[in-house]
C-alpha cells in the first residue's frame, strides 16, 4: 500500500525554526515527485512547491520562494518543509503529497496524500 | 497564476438527488497536442487529507463509485454526483496541474438537504 507519514503536530514560538517530514512507502520514493500543500484553517488548499527525489530538483511557488526550503533524504525516503525562523501566519495544516506520474514526469495529477501536519505558531 | 473559480462555494442536496459541482480556470488548460484537459477533483471529508476522485478532467480513479463523474475541456469543468449518499458530504476541490504554480479551486462544501 502506498502511504505517506508525516511528522507529528508541531507548537513552535516566532522566530523559532522547524523542519516536517514526510517519509513514503509502498513504491518507488525516487520515481515520483513529492508536492507540499498548505491548507490554513478552514481555507482552502495552496501548492508551496514539490521536489523529485532522483536528484532533489526543487521548484517552488513564488508565493513561497525563499521563504521555507524543501529537501529529501533520499536514504530513508523521507521529504522535508522547513522553515528558519517562523511567523505566527505559518500556522497551518501542511500536507505532502505524491504526484503520481511514474515516469518523474511534473506535470501530473496528485494521486496520494501524507496523513498532515498541524503546524501553530504562537508567542 | 492561473486562477481556479468554483461555484457554488456551497450546496445542499437531498440524499438520491444531483450535485453539481462547476470549475472554471482563468485560461484554457488543454494541452491540445495531447487533447489531455489537465484537472483533477478531490474530494475532503472533515479532518482527513483530500483524496483523489477524477483526473484529466474525466478518468474516474480506481475505487471511486461510479456515481462520480466528470466532464468539460478548455477552461469550463463540472463535477457531477448523481444520486447523493450520506457519506458524500464533504468539500470538493479541482485543481489543474498544466502550469506552475499549480492551483486549486477554493473548494465547494456539499451537505445533505
Known amino acids: 500500500e502506498v502511504q505517506l507519514v508525516q511528522s507529528a503536530t508541531e507548537l513552535k514560538k516566532p522566530g523559532e525554526s522547524l523542519k516536517i517530514s514526510c517519509k513514503g512507502s509502498?513504491?518507488?520514493?525516487?520515481?515520483?515527485?513529492i508536492a507540499w500543500v498548505r491548507q490554513m484553517p478552514g481555507k482552502g488548499l495552496e501548492w508551496m512547491g514539490f521536489?523529485?527525489?532522483?536528484?532533489?530538483?526543487?521548484r517552488y511557488s513564488p508565493s513561497f520562494q525563499g521563504l521555507l526550503t524543501i529537501s529529501v533524504d533520499k536514504s530513508i525516503s523521507t521529504a522535508y518543509l522547513e522553515w528558519s525562523s517562523l511567523k505566527a501566519s505559518d500556522s497551518g495544516m501542511y500536507y505532502c503529497?505524491?504526484?503520481?506520474?511514474?515516469?518523474?514526469?511534473?506535470?501530473?495529477?496528485?494521486?496520494?496524500w501524507g496523513t498532515g501536519t498541524t503546524v501553530t505558531v504562537s508567542s | 497564476d492561473i486562477v481556479m473559480t468554483q461555484s457554488p462555494e456551497s450546496l445542499a442536496v437531498s440524499l438520491g438527488e444531483r450535485a453539481t459541482i462547476n470549475c472554471k480556470s482563468s485560461q484554457s488548460i488543454l494541452y491540445s497536442s495531447y487533447n489531455k484537459n489537465y484537472l483533477a477533483w478531490y474530494q475532503q471529508k472533515s479532518g482527513q487529507p483530500p483524496k483523489l476522485l477524477i483526473y484529466?478532467?474525466?478518468t474516474r480513479e480506481s475505487g471511486v463509485p461510479v456515481r462520480f463523474s466528470g466532464s468539460g475541456s478548455g477552461t469550463d469543468f463540472t463535477l457531477t454526483i448523481n444520486s447523493l449518499q450520506a457519506e458524500d458530504v464533504a468539500v470538493y476541490f479541482c485543481?489543474?496541474?498544466?502550469?506552475?504554480?499549480?492551483?486549486f479551486g477554493q473548494g465547494t462544501k456539499l451537505e445533505i438537504k
Open positions: 485543481h489543474q496541474y498544466y502550469r506552475t504554480p499549480y492551483t
Open positions: 484529466w478532467a474525466s
Open positions: 503529497a505524491r504526484v503520481g506520474a511514474l515516469t518523474g514526469d511534473s506535470q501530473f495529477y496528485i494521486d496520494v
Open positions: 509502498g513504491y518507488s520514493f525516487l520515481s515520483h515527485w
Open positions: 521536489i523529485y527525489p532522483y536528484d532533489s530538483d526543487a
